[in-house]
Every structure is written in C-alpha cells, then in structure tokens.
C-alpha cells in the first residue's frame, strides 16, 4: 500500500518538475495565496476569532475570506491561462517550424523523385481509387498513343490500349473492385503506321491501401519490344530449321523426279509465307525450264529462260542467291501482264558438282518482303534439293534403261505371241464361222431335199404339186440368201471391215419407214406401234444398215409379243447423243440370257422351233455390229412375262471412226 502511495507521489511530482517551467507564474501566486489562507487562519486564531462558539458568524468569516483570496485566485487563473497560451503559441510555432522543414524536405524529395520517375525509360502512372490518372511519366505517351496529350485527370479506362484489350480492361477492372495485383506480359500495342510496327509491353499494377480499403493504384509498364520480336525470331527460326529438316528427310525419301520436284517447290512457299513460285531445271543447252510451278500463271509451266535472263537466269549465272524487293526498279526483272501483283522476288540457285542444275524462285506480293534470313533458310533446302534431284535423275536414268532394256527383250518374244494369236483367232473365226453357217444353212437345205424327194416319189404328182414344191424351194433359197448376208455382215464386223456409207439422215422418217414396213406382221397379231419421235432428230448413220439394225428389233418385238399388245418407239435427243428405245410387253427375257442374246445364233428360248418362231438367230448380232460400227450402244432392259425395252445410242455429230 505503501509502496503504491509513494509511487503515485512520485508521478505527480515528476508532472508538476515538468510543467513548473511551463506555469511557474501559476504556481508562484498558488504560493502567495496559499501563504495569506494560512496567515489569515492564523489571524484569527490569535485574535480568537476562529472558536466556534453560538454567537460565531461564520458567513461573515467566510465572505471576509472569499474576498481576501479572490485576487490570489483571479491572479492564478490568469498567469494558467497566460501561460497556457503562450505554451500553445510556441507549440503551435514549433510545429508550423517542424511542418515547413518537412514541407520542404517532402518537395526535395518529391523533385528528386520525379527526376527518377520521369528519366526511368518504363512508363509509370499512378490512379487514385476511381481509376483517374493523378501522376504520369513522359515514356506513358508511347504507350498511350497519345504523345503530347493532357493525361492527368483522365481514367485509365478512356484510354486506347485498354479499350482494344478485353484481357487488360478486365485486369484493371478486378485492380479497383478486387484488389488484385496483376502481371501482363508482352502486351502487343498496335502503332498507328501499322500492324509492322507492332510493340510489346509488359504491364504491372499493384492497389495502394490504406486500413484495408483501396485508395488507388500503381501501374508501371515497360518496353519489351526488342525481347519480345527476338525471341519471336528464334522460335521462328528453329520451327524453320525443323521444318526445313523434315522436308529434306521427305524429298529425299521420294526417287519420282516430278514429285520430288513438287515437294520442293509447295514447301519452299511454305516455308517463306509468300504467295507462289516456280522450280527450273538447266537443260543440256543450257537454258532453264519450268518444270514446276504453284500458284503462277498458265503460261509459266514449261517456260525457257536462257542462263543470265530475268532474275533466275542472273542467279544461276552468278551461282549466288539474287533478291530484289522492288522487282519494278530491279533491271533483271521479266515484267509478267499475267502475274503484275508480284512486288518482290527471290531466286536461289541448285548447285551440284559446282554448276547450278535449277533454281527455286519464289515470290511475294508485299515490297521488302525478303532479308538475308530468308536467303539463308532457302540456300540450306536449295542445297538438299540438289541432292534430292540428282538422285531421282539417276533413279529416272536407271529405270528408262531397264525399261527399254526391257522392251527390247521382250519385243521379239511379243511379235512371234501376236503372230500366233492372230492366227489362232483367224482359225477359230473360220470354224465358228463354218459351224455357224452349216448349222443354219442345214435346215433349209434338208427342207428342200425332202420336199423334191416327195414330189418326185410321187407318180400322182401333178403341175401344181411342183408348183408348189418350187414355191418352198424359192422360200427357203430366199431364207439361206438372208442368212449368208447376215452371215457377210458378221464376218466384216469380225475383222473391222464393214462399211458405211454414213450421211445425215432424219431418224423420225427412218422410224415411220420401219414401222411401215412391219405393219402387215403387226396386223396379223393385232399389235398396236406406237411412235413419239422428235422432230427433224438428225443422225450421221449408214442409212440401210440402221434401217436393218431397226426392222430387226420391231421384227423381234411383233415374234415375242403377245397377241393384241402393243410397242412404244421413243427417239429423242440427249445432248450429243440420240436416243432410240423399242419397248413391249411381250414374253420378256430371262435374267439369266440377258448377258448372252447379242451372240451370234444364240435363241434365248430353245424349245421352239424355227418354224415357230422364225429367224436364224443372228438378228441381235447383228443389231451389235451395227451399232459398234457406227460407235453407239445398245442395252436391254427385261423381266419375264412383263415386256423388253431395247435402248439404242448413237452420236448425234459426225465422229471419223474407222470402218466397222
């Protein structure tokens, strides 16, 4: 307790020793009027003034002594308040003094600051919380765009490089209402001369709090253009290497000179982002032709230059990679009327065995398109095409000579293979021929044999009898007639000789002669034919061997028809052909014949007899020679018990076929 007592009066005498300096006029008139209390007291202890007894008037004690004090009190209050304010004043001063002193220490080190900040080569900008721009250094005019302008009190949302950014309009975006820091590397800022002067930025910005809460924002933003395009550049460059590798790996894996060449030439352009280009190869005379060519004109394919003319010729004359980027002012440039977008142009030459066997030119529509790079990376696929295409020139050498090697081998052992064949397929047309014509002509002649064998075994023949044996004979003499001239156009058509006499003719006035001609066979089993037929159809055909060709079909169209039915005939034109298709809806074909009724003596039914149905089964041959001759075709379309359609083609314009 004690303790604590002494402590307590030791800290109010350490604050009244500090302030005494401060009030020593409070408390020297403290002293004096403490000192008259005490003398007063006293006073009137003395005088007996001070026992209490019942007349005391204390009031009155009092009152004397409020009075006697009350100047010693006005007095103390006075020198406090005096001393008060003077210690303000001079606090107030001091501190004015202090505010000054750090006043002008801040603006020293504000100028030194802003000589730093505006000679640092970033740009620096500082935003307060709503995003407005209250400190710029001069290096922000380049990336603002906007050299020379009033940028202080703007908001960094109003200018350009942020509003074409999505990415960095949102960064800053989440700086003020998240307080999120952020780092953009390699910003590209598209310059106002165009997207070549492009320049990379890398921009920082960090929020400036205070008590948890954002006041503003630091936003710093340097030049990393050189960095940036360098290490572009490299990577361009070692996808070049790579892809120059793979293609040299390819065109050397391929021995097909044409292809060869062709894969050279379509990844030199790819390799050069340029728009087309063209591969020569040195001739034995000396001059240069186009072998290859991508995305040129027609007239370049196959192109001769002599060594020392236009800029591919000047290449492989100097045996040096030559480039012009202004091929307008170049004196070797070949001005092309077809190809006039071409601005620049760069020839590299194919050297083998110290001699350029070709060049790879290639070209742009931009003018400075071409740099020392781009002569390089070309010279180094130049320098594998060279090998590549020496390669396939051997591979081309050694397989023509064993082609013709070979040819030569096998031409003797070919001739004597083809004399026997021709030989073999004479004889064999000969006996089909043969068995054809004795197996056809042996009917009618066995008729003939028996009906004379009849009349003259007969003693009761009369006139007539023979009259009408004679008539059977002239019948059957008539029907071998036909058969051998079938059997002559046949033969012809075998060995390419049958003969047209070709002229134009109206197919529609062919048709109503055919019909006409078959209308006593149709009549007599009540066939109705009808014809749709364009008008004035021409056709350059053999008039009678169509005509032939036509009365054949209509003919087998009435034979297989049932009685009382009918057949459609359509001509018309299709382009350059000319149509022809005979229908009916007779008996039909079975499936299993279709591929066989062009052969010569082939029935598609065998059970009937000639008598039944007539014929010598050599018509539709006949009807296929025909149309061969003439360069046509002939298909059918069948089902059994349904009907037939034979569809005839044939070329409307004269085309100088061989004959038959």
């Known amino acids: 307790m004690f303790s604590n007592i002494r402590k307590i009066l030791r ?9 005494i300096t401060d009030y020593w006029l409070c408390y020297f008139w403290g002293v004096i009027g403490t000192a008259m209390a005490v003398f007063f007291i006293l006073d009137q202890i003395v005088n007996n003034d001070f026992v209490l007894h019942e007349h005391f008037d204390y009031k009155s004690v009092l009152f ?40 002008n220490e801040f603006e020293e080190m504000s100028q030194f600051y802003k000589k730093i900040v505006d000679n640092v080569p970033v740009s620096i900008l500082t935003l307060d919380k709503k995003g407005i721009v209250t400190l710029v250094n001069p290096y922000f005019d380049e990336l603002a765009g906007e050299v020379g302008a009033k940028h202080l009190g703007r908001s960094i949302f109003d200018f350009s490089f942020v509003k074409r950014s999505e990415e960095l309009n949102r960064r800053y975006r989440n700086l003020f209402y998240k ?11 598209i310059s106002s001369e165009g997207p070549e002067k492009t320049k990379y930025f890398n921009i920082y910005a960090v929020p400036l709090k205070r008590d948890g809460k954002i006041e503003g924002a630091i936003s710093v933003a340097q030049d990393n253009t050189e960095a940036f395009v360098a290490f572009l550049e490299s990577k361009t460059r070692a996808r070049q290497f790579h892809f120059v590798n793979q293609i040299s790996r390819a065109i050397n894996s391929v021995l097909d000179l044409k292809e060869v060449l062709w894969l050279i030439l379509r990844n030199a352009v790819k390799l050069s982002n340029t728009t087309g280009g063209a591969i020569l190869l040195a001739e034995n005379d000396g001059v240069l032709v186009v072998k290859e060519a991508y995305n040129m004109p027609s007239g370049w394919q ?42 620049s142009e760069l020839a590299i030459p194919i050297i083998s065995e110290r001699k350029a066997i070709g060049v790879i030119k290639i070209d742009s529509d931009r003018l400075g398109r071409f740099s020392k790079d781009d002569v390089d990376l070309m010279t180094i696929l130049a320098n594998n ?27 003797r052992t070919k001739e004597l293979a083809v004399i026997n064949e021709k030989l073999a397929k004479s004889i064999e047309l000969k006996s089909q021929f043969i068995a054809d014509a004795s197996h056809e002509l042996r009917t009618p002649l066995t008729i003939i044999k028996g009906n004379i064998d009849v009349t003259l075994g007969d003693e009761n023949s009369d006139k007539s009898d023979f009259c009408e ?3 059977l004979i002239d019948e059957e003499i008539k029907h071998m007639s036909g058969i051998l001239a079938d059997l002559m156009i046949l033969t012809h058509a075998g060995v390419g000789k049958l003969h047209l006499k070709r002229e134009n003719i109206e197919m529609d006035n062919l048709l109503k002669g055919a019909i006409q001609a078959m209308d006593v066979l149709a009549n007599e089993k009540k066939i109705f034919i009808k ?80 008598e ?44 100088d076929f061989q004959e038959g």
């Open 531 to 610: 014809l749709k037929a364009e008008n004035k159809m021409m056709v350059f055909v053999d008039e009678d061997k169509i005509l032939k060709l036509l009365l054949n079909l209509i003919s087998n169209a009435i034979k297989y028809g049932n009685e009382g039915g009918w057949i459609k005939i359509l001509a018309f034109s299709r382009g350059s052909e000319r149509i022809v298709s005979i229908s009916d809806n007779g008996i039909g074909i079975p499936e299993k014949d279709i591929p066989f009724i062009f052969e010569r003596f082939y029935r598609v039914d065998k059970v009937r007899t000639r």
């Open 64 to 103: 004397d002594y409020f009075w006697a004090i009350l100047p010693v009190l006005i007095l103390v209050g006075s020198s406090f308040f005096y001393c008060d304010g003077k210690k303000s004043l001079q606090r107030k001063l001091k501190l004015e003094e202090e505010l000054r002193e750090k006043k």
């Open 612 to 655: 039944q149905i007539g014929g010598s089964g050599l018509g539709l041959a006949i009807c296929k020679s025909i149309i061969d001759a003439h360069g046509g075709e002939i298909e059918v379309k069948s089902k059994l018990g349904i009907g037939s359609e034979f569809i005839i083609k044939l070329p409307g314009d004269y085309i």
């Open 11 to 19: 800290e109010v005498f350490i604050k009244i020793k500090a302030n």
């Open 302 to 343: 196959g192109l001769r230059l002599k060594i020392g003319e236009g800029l591919c010729g000047h290449a492989a004359e100097i045996m040096e990679p030559y480039f012009s980027n202004n091929v307008d002012q170049d004196p070797y440039f070949i001005k092309d009327p077809e190809n006039k977008d071409v601005k």
């Open 385 to 411: 095409a060279a090998i590549a295409i020496k390669n396939s020139q051997l591979y081309g050498e050694i397989k023509n000579f064993n082609k013709t090697l070979g040819e030569e081998v096998s031409f």
């Open 179 to 189: 307080g999120e820091s952020f780092c953009y590397l390699d910003y590209p800022h």
């Open 469 to 471: 044996t004679l008539k």
